[in-house]
């Protein structure tokens, strides 16, 4: 069985955006049109809330998609800080 993983993800800018893990990685199946989960090793896409982005380390993006997914980079993290940081904007979110 693999370990979960845990990322903080950050935008073009370095601004920081969510933390995430190894649940939030998807595929696109082009033969239904949809998103898959699965494994990291055959992701295309970190998913954070309702948006997909594309991070180095992934698989290439569909050709279609080109340019529609904004880039992102993952830094992954120890659970213990995951929690933390997933618990404070868990309470941001909740006021």
């Known amino acids: ?43 295309q896409f970190i998913q954070i809330g309702d948006r997909l982005y594309h ?8 050709k279609k998609l080109h340019g529609k997914i904004a880039e992102v980079t993952l830094k992954e993290v120890t659970e213990e800080e995951y929690r933390k940081i997933y618990g404070e904007k868990t309470m941001i979110t909740a006021s």
């Open 55 to 62: 991070a180095q380390g992934l698989l290439d993006v569909p």
């Open 1 to 43: 069985m693999k370990r979960m993983r845990y990322y903080k993800v950050y935008d073009s800018l370095n601004k920081f955006l969510s933390v995430a893990t190894s649940l939030n990685m998807r595929k696109y199946q082009d033969k239904h049109k949809l998103f898959l989960c699965c494994d990291e090793e055959f992701a």
